[in-house]
């Protein structure tokens, strides 16, 4: 990731310091893809940059996690995010052994990060939430769509999460959105909201693609078209 003043040169562009921790044996950086996302909530605001082929690595296990850092409005490192640290791993991509997690990602008007996940359970995929400001009354929890068969809105293979947004599109309830591009074979859009206190989303509604193979919903963005906020 780089930071560049709204210049005419052309050569005043300047790296940022967010992967600069050292390695530890457990974990590969290599070939992880850091800036395969970024996102900027505007001025006075966080940034989010993502790095979804981060490796946690062991003597007979390879896990593709996938982590996100936090920056604060100036570019300072603030924290890392990885989704699907901790969570079962026994049956390999048949649960979280592939997240890919900062495929994408997006931070809310409420200060959620919006982090991707496209890997989870054969690549049916989901989205994660938590605080970005990570403040003493902010709420601390990891929030994520259902992935079970039967309870996901989509099958395997749907990559739900290679993109997301967020906004409110039903009235002040503040809604997570991720793209599905190959579910159902012309792709799908999940407009997902917090049902607190459950950690699991409730499903508020979906988009469906109209042409076979178009892949709807591989990328997102959210827009207020008339002006009604």
Request: aromatic share 14%; with cysteine.
């Amino acid at each position: 990731m780089f930071k560049c003043p709204l210049s005419t040169f052309h050569d005043d562009c300047v790296p940022v310091l967010i992967d600069h921790d050292e390695k530890p044996p457990s974990v590969s950086k290599d070939d992880q893809w850091l800036g395969v996302s970024i996102k900027s909530q505007g001025p006075g605001g966080y940034v989010l940059a993502c790095a979804h082929r981060y490796v946690l690595r062991g003597v007979d296990y390879q896990w593709g996690q996938g982590i996100c850092y936090s920056l604060n409005q100036w570019l300072d490192y603030q924290r890392a995010w990885e989704p699907c640290f901790n969570r079962p791993v026994n049956k390999a991509h048949e649960q979280f052994g592939y997240c890919q997690a900062g495929t994408s990602s997006d931070i809310s008007e409420e200060n959620d990060i919006v982090i991707g996940t496209p890997g989870p359970y054969t690549w049916r995929g989901t989205i994660f939430t938590n605080s970005i400001r990570f403040g003493i009354r902010d709420d601390k929890s990891w929030y994520s769509g259902p992935l079970l068969e039967g309870s996901s809105p989509v099958d395997k293979y749907s990559y739900l999460g290679m993109s997301v947004t967020s906004g409110k599109f039903f009235g002040d309830k503040m809604s997570f959105v991720g793209g599905a591009p190959r579910a159902d074979r012309h792709g799908q859009v999940v407009f997902y909201s917090k049902a607190k206190p459950d950690s699991i989303f409730q499903i508020d509604a979906m988009l469906d693609g109209e042409q076979f193979g178009s892949a709807f919903g591989y990328s997102l963005t959210a827009m207020d078209i008339n002006g009604d906020k």
